[in-house]
């Protein structure tokens, strides 16, 4: 069974910067799309950055671009999420989620499995 747990979470000033972490167990081996997904209140869940290829190229949104950065540790098994610049826009729930199938996209309609989320408020 598939397990995502986040944590990082918390309340930071503009500018400043969180790091998210994502322990991953239960996938059969290490090829499998993995991402970082935020849902702002009365707002659709939008993709933030996912690695879904072979080759591991991350993909982001345009909104985040240059400001965070994905990164995995394949011997803790552990994704995470570098945010820097933080700005008030920001402000989500940021959810982990993983699929088994690479699925070249971060779309979060596709994606089976999910953390139960982290809460990041950027506010002064």
């Known amino acids: 069974q598939v397990q995502l747990v986040e944590s990082g979470g918390g309340l930071v000033q503009p500018g400043g910067s969180l790091k998210l972490s994502c322990s991953v167990a239960g996938f059969r081996d290490d090829v499998y799309s993995i991402g970082w997904f935020r849902q702002a209140p009365g707002k659709d869940r939008e993709g933030v950055s996912c690695?879904?290829?072979?080759?591991?190229?991350?993909e982001y949104a345009d909104s985040v671009k240059g400001r965070f950065t994905i990164s995995r540790d394949y011997a803790k098994n552990t994704v995470y999420l570098q945010m820097n610049d933080l700005r008030p826009e920001d402000t989500a729930v940021y959810y982990c989620?993983?699929?088994?199938?690479?699925?070249?996209?971060?779309?979060?309609?596709?994606?089976?499995?999910w953390g139960q989320g982290t809460q990041v408020t950027v506010s002064s």
């Open positions: 989620a993983g699929d088994e199938l690479l699925l070249r996209t971060c779309v979060a309609k596709f994606y089976d499995f």
């Open positions: 690695i879904t290829s072979i080759n591991g190229t991350p």
